[in-house]
T-cell receptor, first 114, second 115 residues
Framework: AQTVTQSQPEMSVQEAETVTLSCTYD???????LFWYKQPPSRQMILVIR??????QNATENRFSVNFQKAAKSFSLKISDSQLGDTAMYFC???????????FGAGTTVTVRA | GAVVSQHPSRVICKSGTSVKIECRSL??????MFWYRQFPKQSLMLMAT?????????EQGVEKDKFLINHASLTLSTLTVTSAHPEDSSFYIC???????????FGSGTQLSVL
């Protein structure tokens, strides 16, 4: 079974600053995807960024980037130039390609301060 | 574009009644759908995986007779909470595989409140 650990229950960041969310996972699988999802107060799950395990290059999506360390099983998310609309709960998720079940971490609540 | 439409968004029911939640895939065929449950300020817990035309696979600890899942077509999966009780009150979310680069789409969720 896969486990996903997010050790930071809450993070606060000043608008325009940078915040990094940590995520580690445990698996014996070699083929998988990793995701960061955002859940704002509306509770709609929104995909922020995706990383394929076979790719060494870290994924980036505008202000969002990841630091993927496969050997260390670490997958952190960096939010640059934080905006008020980034306030949400962020979930790290693991998706193995052998059974296609998404496992979520406990989540990190990010609050962006004006 | 491809969207997962989930209804209703909110339902309040009396204890002992059954409630049905629908998830429809729009502009794509969802061969596999997933149902999650989420308590306030907690993570999403996978309840079951449904494949079109076959019985759903339930996660350990999920009562299959309490949470009936039907995936009769490639665009519709339903979750029925039977004989609901207050402890079934929760936020339920569905998601579907689009089959494109393993992209998963989520419904907007259903808040179930059992009185």
């Amino acid at each position: 079974a896969q486990t996903v650990t997010q050790s930071q229950p809450e993070m606060s960041v000043q608008e325009a600053e940078t915040v990094t969310l940590s995520c580690t996972y445990d698996t014996s699988e070699n083929n998988y995807y990793l995701f960061w999802y955002k859940q704002p107060p509306s509770r709609q799950m929104i995909l922020v960024i995706r990383q394929e395990a076979y790719k060494q290059q870290n994924a980036t999506e505008n202000r969002f980037s990841v630091n993927f360390q496969k050997a260390a099983k670490s997958f952190s998310l960096k939010i640059s130039d934080s905006q008020l609309g980034d306030t949400a709960m962020y979930f790290c998720a693991f998706f193995p390609l052998n059974d296609y079940k998404l496992s979520f971490g406990a989540g990190t609540t990010v609050t962006v301060r004006a | 574009g491809a969207v997962v439409s989930q209804h209703p968004s909110r339902v309040i029911c009396k204890s002992g009644t059954s409630v049905k939640i629908e998830c429809r895939s729009l502009d794509f065929q969802a061969t596999t759908m997933f149902w999650y449950r989420q308590f306030p300020k907690q993570s999403l817990m996978l309840m079951a995986t449904s494949n079109e035309g076959s019985k759903a696979t339930y996660e350990q600890g999920v009562e299959k007779d309490k949470f009936l899942i039907n995936h009769a077509s490639l665009t519709l999966s339903t979750l029925t909470v039977t004989s609901a009780h207050p402890e079934d009150s929760s936020f339920y979310i569905c998601s579907a595989r689009t089959g494109v680069n393993e992209k998963l789409l989520f419904g907007s969720g259903t808040q179930l409140s059992v009185l």
